[in-house]
């Protein structure tokens, strides 16, 4: 192992630290001398990383997507961001005006 790429280990939050050796990235937590330590080589670390992206991205974009954008409608949109029901009663209000 090369001590020159060795680096100091960081504190990400939450009690977890990260270090890097050069190839592993190493999870340690509560203590920076904790010795229970988990080491991911880069493909589990990116694997780790799409992971990421796959959830959050999922989390983030189910709010704006599922609903009306009509108040307090729970109807699902279409392309106009609108439901059935309420594309319907903004055509017949649109009508209405001169
Ligand atoms: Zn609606």
Request: charged share 35%; hydrophobic share 30%; with cysteine.
């Amino acid at each position: 192992m090369n001590n020159d790429n060795e680096r100091e280990p960081e504190y990400l939050g939450d009690g977890v630290y990260a270090s890097f050796d050069g190839y592993h990235v190493w999870l340690r937590t509560g203590s920076h001398d904790n010795p229970e330590a988990i080491a991911l080589e880069p493909e589990v670390w990116n694997a780790l990383v799409r992971y990421r992206e796959r959830v959050t991205k999922t989390a983030d974009l189910r709010p704006s997507r599922v609903f009306c954008d009509f108040e307090d409608c729970d109807g699902e949109p279409d392309s106009t961001g609108l439901c059935e029901t309420h594309r319907r009663e903004f055509r017949e209000h649109q009508a209405v005006k001169p």
